[in-house]
Nanobody
Framework: QVQLEESGGGLVQPGGSLRLSCTAS????MAWHRQAPGEQRTLVAT???????NYADFAKGRFVISRDNAKNTIYLQMNSLKPEDTATYYC???????????WGQGTQVTVSS
């Protein structure tokens, strides 16, 4: 069983920044997803074991996913935040690139003035 724990969420004003962290008991292919109330969970960004990244269109140019394999931690740096970025953000781990089998409990991000 793989455990993941997110941290770093909170309340931020529009235009502000937050950095989310996720510590995992094991890291292979990693990802951040998000889910807003009443909406489906959506992929935000992925990162391979070699550090190759991929982003949803809404995240390109504003969000950066990274990983520190020595610390078993991934990060999501979020800049220029908008109210529509308000959601619960989930860290996930998968054995392959396209499917994520293990999930954290989520951390809430609220963008509001």
């Amino acid at each position: 069983q793989v455990q993941l724990e997110e941290s770093g969420g909170g309340l931020v004003q529009p235009g502000g920044s937050l950095r989310l962290s996720c510590t995992a008991s094991r890291m292979i292919h990693m990802a951040w997803h998000r889910q807003a109330p009443g909406e489906q969970r959506t992929l935000v960004a992925t990162i391979t074991p070699d550090g190759v990244t991929n982003y949803a269109d809404f995240a390109k140019g504003r969000f950066v996913i990274s990983r520190d394999n020595a610390k078993n931690t991934i990060y999501l740096q979020m800049n220029s935040l908008k109210p529509e970025d308000t959601a619960t953000y989930y860290c996930a781990m998968g054995w392959g690139r396209a499917r994520f089998d293990y999930w954290g409990q989520g951390t809430q991000v609220t963008v509001s003035s």
